[in-house]
């Protein structure tokens, strides 16, 4: 099955500076990425997604790049505010039929 | 039918119990997804269904857990004996086949003691 790898574990950024998060994959055949926030007792939610087919997808604050050769994604968040910290977790799925999950980074924004 | 609802939200139980959890999916989801997730790691992929039918299990379900969705809309876990080990959180998540987002419901938070 396809194995997610996430770092780094924790962040801390100042409010108004950038965070990045990393994820690698196993499986070649994963098609499609999406990035997840979960707040402290909370659903996780779909925040950003990327097919395969594409190499940079932006939304707002929130770009996600993809590259298939290397088998890397990243999550960047520019401008980050307080509401921002969270713990993120990135996921891959081959064939979409479920998705595999990373083990997550906990980021905090500092005012 | 704004999301997904699962059904308890928090569920103490002692070990050897036998506990059910019920999720409610977006009403014109085909697809629907249970999830456990334990403190600090990401949701482990338990089992999902295509309408009523169980399409795929994970070497994680044991005998013990058992999955139905007998109309294709509700569907429900079960957990027979409970280990100290089942404690965790369960997700459930719905999408439409063909789509990709998966909407996650809020989880139940399982304690076994």
């Known amino acids: 099955g396809e194995n997610v790898e996430q770092h780094p574990s924790t962040l801390s950024v100042q409010e108004g500076d950038s965070a990045v998060i990393k994820c690698t994959y196993s499986d070649s055949a994963s098609n499609y990425f999406p990035w997840y926030k979960q707040e402290l007792g909370k659903r996780p939610q779909l925040i950003i997604d990327?097919?395969?087919?594409?190499g940079e997808k932006k939304d707002q604050r929130i770009a996600v790049t993809l590259n298939k050769t290397a088998k890397h994604f990243s999550l960047h968040i520019t401008e980050t505010q307080p509401e921002d910290s969270a713990v993120y977790f990135c996921?891959?799925?081959?064939?979409?039929?479920?998705?595999?999950f990373g083990t997550g980074t906990r980021l905090t924004v500092i005012p | 039918d704004t999301g997904v609802s699962q059904d308890p939200r928090h569920k103490i139980t002692k070990r050897g119990q036998n506990v059910t959890f019920r999720c409610d999916p977006i009403s014109e989801h085909n697809r629907l997804y249970w999830y456990r997730q334990t403190l600090g790691q990401g949701p482990e992929f338990l089992t999902y269904?295509?309408?009523?039918?169980?399409?795929?299990k994970s070497r994680l379900l044991s005998d013990r857990f058992s999955a139905e969705r007998p109309k294709g809309s509700f569907s429900t876990l079960e957990i027979q004996r409970t280990e100290q080990g089942d404690s965790a959180m369960y997700l459930c998540?719905?999408?439409?086949?063909?789509?990709?987002?998966?909407?996650f419901g809020s989880g139940t938070r399982l304690t076994v003691v």
């Open positions: 998540a719905s999408r439409m086949l063909g789509l990709d987002g998966y909407t």
């Open positions: 990327i097919r395969s087919n594409v």
């Open positions: 269904f295509q309408n009523e039918a169980q399409l795929e």
């Open positions: 996921a891959a799925t081959p064939g979409a039929n479920n998705l595999f």
